[in-house]
Every structure is written in structure tokens, then in C-alpha cells.
């Protein structure tokens, strides 16, 4: 019987330079792939390849401080609508991207595919996530910054947690 594995390691690799992205392999058939956000900086995710399935894996976000069944419920409700990969948690309760493709069905396209639902449910809903689970941390945040003249820029997405969406609280400089 022919090993499954066979072949499926050159299929990553060239479906991984085809998207341009930004990827090393710190041991033969895992990999670690850097996908660029747009809330948050980037999402970093381990494609693994084992004896019957390609395993995927990405952190999201650490355990939320506070509203931890509001996070859950979120995420929950979440996975009925992804594709290949669901929330799952770390015995720490971070939160992650988890999932296995088997190998027989690794192929450039689901590659393509399962790396952009992955960046698609890191990404986009990233503050969501830390508005749910970090609300008090982002105020505190806002007003040590505040308090001490620096730059509030990467708080803007959280204006009306911190109440900067009035007119002329706090500074902004880049």
C-alpha cells in the first residue's frame, strides 16, 4: 500500500509560493505560514502533515480576562459556518483555529481555501473577540495611555468602549 503522505508535501510547498506567502518548514512536512491581517497583524498557522490528514492549527486570541460564556457562545455559534477548521481552546483557554483535512483531499485549492477561512476567522472578527473578552483592559489601557499624553492610534477600533468617539477626548497622535 502506497504511503498517503507521498507527494502531498511538494503540493504545499508549491500551493504556499503560488499565494506569495510568507512560510518556512522547521521540520520535513510542517509548516509554518504567516498570514498578514488587517486587525490584526498577522496570524500565524501550523499546516502539519500526518499519517492520514493534514492538521491546521492558528492562534487567535489568549483567554479572555472577563464574559467568557458571551465568548463562548459567540464562538460556538461561529463554527456552524466555517469551513474546514472550528474554535477550539487550549487547555489555558486561548482560543484557536483547529482542524484535519484528510490527506487524499490536499490539493492547492483547499489549501488556497482552508488558509483563507483561516485568516478570514482570525482576522475579522479580532476585535470583536477583544471586545467581548477585554473590554475592561482596552478602558484601563486607554486611560494609562491618556494619562500620560501617548498615542491612543491602535485603540481607534475601541472609540466607543473608551468614549474617545466624543469630540476632542485624548490624544492621537501616529
Known amino acids: 500500500m502506497a504511503d498517503p503522505r507521498q507527494g502531498i508535501e511538494q503540493v504545499i510547498e508549491e500551493a504556499l509560493d503560488t499565494l506569495g506567502a510568507e512560510w ?20 500565524t498557522c501550523s499546516l502539519v502533515v500526518g499519517r492520514h490528514a493534514l492538521s491546521v492549527n492558528a492562534f487567535v486570541v489568549r483567554r479572555p480576562d472577563e464574559n467568557h460564556e458571551a465568548v463562548m457562545r459567540w464562538l460556538l455559534e461561529r463554527n456552524t459556518r466555517l469551513y474546514g477548521v472550528a474554535y477550539a481552546m487550549d487547555r489555558l483557554g486561548d482560543i484557536y483555529l483547529a482542524g484535519r483535512l484528510p490527506l487524499a483531499s490536499v490539493t492547492a485549492e483547499e489549501i488556497d481555501r482552508l488558509l ?5 476567522n482570525a482576522d ?13 483592559a482596552i478602558r484601563r489601557e486607554y486611560a494609562w495611555r491618556t494619562s500620560r499624553g501617548e ?24
Not at 491602535?154 to 469630540?167: P, S, V, W
Open 24 to 43: 518556512e518548514s522547521p521540520d520535513p512536512g510542517h509548516y509554518v505560514v504567516k498570514l498578514p491581517g488587517t486587525r490584526k497583524l498577522s496570524t
Open 116 to 120: 483563507g477561512t483561516v485568516l478570514e
Open 124 to 136: 475579522g472578527p479580532f476585535n470583536t473577540l477583544l471586545e467581548l473578552g477585554f473590554a475592561t
Open 151 to 174: 498615542s491612543t492610534r491602535n485603540l481607534d477600533a475601541f472609540a466607543h468602549l473608551t468614549g474617545a468617539d466624543r469630540a476632542g477626548t485624548g490624544p492621537r497622535q501616529a
